[in-house]
């Protein structure tokens, strides 16, 4: 049975347009092309565009994800090795949920921007930081194996205290943020010089190392959903703030 490229958008959700692209780049050819121009799909082709969505759900680029089923002709075990993933992957965003979860239950009903987090390290549970270690290496080679240093001596309490004076200087921005308070009133310059402090412990960023950590807080979106827990709109505050501090108190 054949089915048209409106019939596979419909039923798959992903819109003739990309479907056409799918097979521009030749990630996803049609089974045939009819007399009228129109692309038809069969099962085989259906099957392609399942693994197609299921390695993008994964986090794969195109190119990575035609690599991926390309490797693997037999397409069950291509299937069931995806399904092993998935399982991981479930496990792993049900721990992060769980974390959101018990975030949400502890601030409702508190007033915004005056809580005390009980335990500011559940904020983080679930997250898999060693997952930025190899990215880290590779960009700050030096800053790397120096933090690294640095964070072998801590014991589990230094690294309990640690997360705790994260969260509340993260809460403490978010108040300034809230309160409308310029990025370079003195006060929020203060606040960020904790910040600096805190990061000299592992290294010492100059003014443009520290403007780029702060965008970096922004743009990537791992670092920006840390903050984005704290208060929306909490990471381009901060990174704004790490702007005015590196101008007003660093040099290059």
């Not at 054949?2 to 958008?9: D, L, N, P």
């Not at 801590?154 to 993260?170: G, H, K, S």
């Not at 402090?197 to 979106?221: H, I, S």
Request: glycine share 4%; hydrophobic share 40%; with cysteine.
């Amino acid at each position: 049975m054949s089915w048209s490229i409106a019939q596979v958008a419909r039923m798959s959700g992903v819109t003739a347009r990309t479907l056409r692209h799918y097979d521009d780049v030749g990630l996803l050819k049609p089974d045939h092309v009819g007399a009228n121009g129109y692309r038809y799909y069969e099962e085989a082709q259906l099957l392609r565009l399942q693994q197609i969505l299921v390695l993008r759900e994964l986090g794969l680029g195109l190119p990575d994800i035609a690599a991926a089923i390309d490797s693997e002709p037999d397409t069950l075990a291509a299937l069931r090795r995806q399904y092993a993933r998935l399982l991981v992957e479930r496990d792993r965003l049900s721990r992060v949920a769980e974390t959101v979860r018990r975030t949400i239950a502890e601030l409702e009903g508190r007033p915004q921007m005056s809580v005390q987090i009980n335990r500011p390290e559940n904020l983080f549970e679930g997250f898999d930081n060693s997952q930025y270690d190899d990215e880290a290496r590779e960009r700050w080679p030096e800053e790397f194996e120096r933090s690294q240093a640095v964070y072998a001596t801590m014991t589990e309490a230094d690294i309990e205290r640690w997360q705790r004076e994260t969260t509340a200087a993260m809460i403490r921005m978010a108040e300034f943020m809230a309160a409308g308070t310029p990025v370079d009133d003195p006060a929020v310059l203060d606040e960020t010089h904790k910040h600096y402090q805190g990061l000299c412990v592992f290294w010492t960023p100059n003014r443009n190392a520290y403007r780029c950590l702060g965008k970096m807080y922004v743009d990537d979106e791992r670092f920006k959903a840390n903050y984005e827990k704290i208060a929306e709109g909490l990471a381009e505050y901060q990174a704004t703030a790490m702007a005015a501090y590196a101008d007003a108190r660093l040099t290059d």
